[in-house]
């Protein structure tokens, strides 16, 4: 299955990155930490140029803990500052200015240098559809500002909002990228909840995502649907088997595929297959 979705609003968001650039100081990039991989914009490195980044792995307490810590020391070796943390809990928030700080360091002294007031800095914030930029905004300032929501596409515009210690972050609409080279990277994106569910077929997706259980997690799907032996079965035939478990029966006994797979999408969704990682650091080369 080949997923893709560039619609014109990220066109327009693409722009909007570029234009305000000039006024900010630093960028702080969202991932999504199942997916740290597929989640990273390969536009937003050129887009940004050389202002200071972070990038921060969201939603971590949805992902393996311990690939959670394998990605951040992966940035650190690729000498890039990065942060793990959870915007609804606020775990890992408490690392972030000292983090911010350290990015802004080296711009800092030379304002000092040159004679000008270091003031509080100005923080654009980036990232795929759904990756809770405008969540983390809201746990750094402490106020429901910006409007949050599970689908892509939330916010629509920019957004400033002041935080304590006067600074001010920027939010952004999520921006994808003109073209997925990898099919896995839509999928993955699919299943993360970053690409809207009325672009790509759910039944194939689902199906994928049983595959990926099977392979890397079989005792979380086996135990939630309560499946016997998935040795040698297909996606698909999980997928079936979980319709069934579920009572997804349509006229003639058949499993309803359809609402399959939107139950394992959003219990998956939902966290409730346990903390998933789908990709780690040593399976690709940078
Ligand atoms: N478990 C968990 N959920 C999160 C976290 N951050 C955000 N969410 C949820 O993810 C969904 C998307 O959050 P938003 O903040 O609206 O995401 P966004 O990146 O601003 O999305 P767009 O504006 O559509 O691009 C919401 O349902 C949030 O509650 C997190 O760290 N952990
Ligand atoms: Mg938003």
Request: charged fraction near 30%; include cysteine; aromatic fraction near 6%.
């Amino acid at each position: 299955m080949n997923i893709q979705w560039y619609p014109g609003h990220m066109a327009k968001t693409r722009r909007l990155i570029s234009e305000n650039l000039k006024i900010v100081d630093a960028v702080a990039e969202l991932v999504d930490a199942r997916i740290p991989r597929s989640s990273r914009n390969p536009d937003i490195d050129g887009i940004t140029g050389h202002k200071p980044k972070i990038i921060i792995l969201n939603k971590s307490d949805m992902a393996d803990p311990a690939a959670n810590k394998r990605w951040i020391d992966h940035y650190k070796s690729m000498g890039r500052a990065a942060i793990a943390v959870d915007s609804i809990s606020g775990a890992g928030i408490g690392g972030l200015k000292t983090a911010f700080e350290s990015i802004l360091q080296e711009k800092n002294r030379r304002d000092t240098e040159r004679g000008m007031k270091v003031r509080p800095p100005r923080i654009m914030v980036v990232g795929i559809p759904n990756v809770g930029k405008s969540s983390f905004i809201n746990r750094l300032s402490k106020r429901a500002g910006a409007k949050t929501g599970d689908t892509p596409g939330i916010t629509r515009d920019k957004q400033w909002i002041r935080i304590s210690g006067g600074y001010e972050l920027l939010d952004t609409p999520g921006i994808l990228w003109p073209r997925f080279d990898d099919p896995t990277t839509g999928l993955y994106l699919a299943f993360t909840g970053a690409i809207k569910d009325e672009v790509y077929d759910v039944v194939e997706a689902g199906a994928h995502l049983c595959s990926y259980f099977a392979e890397k997690y079989p005792e979380n799907i086996i135990e939630r649907y309560r499946l016997g032996d998935i040795n040698n079965m297909k996606g698909y035939e999980i997928l079936t088997e979980i319709g069934r478990k579920r009572g997804c029966i349509i006229s003639g006994g058949e499993v309803d595929m359809g609402r399959a797979a939107r139950i394992l999408l959003d219990e998956f969704r939902a966290c409730r297959l346990g903390r998933i990682t789908l990709e780690m650091p040593e399976d690709y080369d940078e």
